[in-house]
């Protein structure tokens, strides 16, 4: 389990492209993919909706298909994108998830969404949390912090400013919803501190870019 960079830029997770079933890209500020792709309003909530229900400016998160050839994809700059497939019911979530929607539980509600709606079982599911702002450079108030108790029992510091690492929030979430941490890879890098590769709001405040992120189950397959 690892990520790799691609030779045209952006990244990918070799235990999603181990699958062979999906194609998908988490992009850079240097290369994005290319359309067409399925996208949402992102309101920072835990909302996941099917791609079959999306409509242009629909409000939610996180996109969910078994349709191969139909393309998901999730825009960021800091925040987490998740993408998670089920090899075996064939069925693909894409997700942002800023602090909001980790506290929220995004990510059980994308593994919940996708056992209900296509019929995947967590035990099954592959999860990579791509490039985003790192535990080395995400400080918040302890308003924030402290809805990340459950989470990081293990720490005494979430009732002040500290910082919070959002994909292992999100990892252990996966993982209390049963998927194996063997089947969860999680991108090293850091949006704000990795240098130009990346758009970080943090870093460049209203003019960053976003970095796009998706995933589609491929046809044919
Ligand atoms: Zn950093």
């Known amino acids: 389990m690892s990520f790799v960079s691609t030779d045209g830029g952006g990244y990918v997770s070799t235990l999603l492209q181990e699958t062979g079933l999906v194609e998908h890209l988490f992009g850079t500020a240097r ?23 999306w409509r242009e400016g629909l409000e939610a ?31 693909i979530a894409a997700v942002h998830a800023g602090w909001r929607g980790t506290a929220l539980g995004i990510a059980l509600e994308a593994v919940r969404f996708l056992a209900t709606r296509h019929g995947a079982r967590a035990g099954n599911m592959i999860a990579a949390l791509g490039p985003a702002i790192g535990g080395c450079c995400y400080e918040v108030g302890p308003e924030v912090a402290h809805q990340f108790r459950a989470l990081f029992p293990e720490r005494n510091d ?6 919070i690492d959002l994909r292992e929030a999100l990892r252990r979430q996966l993982i209390l919803t049963g998927l194996s941490a063997a089947a969860i890879d ?36």
């Open 31 to 53: 290369r994005n993919p290319e359309g067409p792709f399925l996208r949402l309003k992102q309101v920072h909530s835990a909302r996941i909706v099917d791609a079959a229900d």
């Open 61 to 91: 998160d996180g996109l969910a298909t078994a349709t191969p050839g139909l393309r998901l994809a999730v825009r960021t700059a800091d925040c987490v994108p998740l993408l998670l497939c089920d090899p075996v019911a064939r069925a």
């Open 158 to 163: 979430l009732g002040t400013r500290t910082k």
């Open 186 to 221: 999680v991108s090293p890098h850091c949006t704000r501190c990795g240098g130009g590769e990346f758009h970080s709001w943090r870093r460049d405040g209203p003019r960053a870019g976003r970095m796009i992120s998706l995933i589609g189950l491929r046809t044919g397959g």
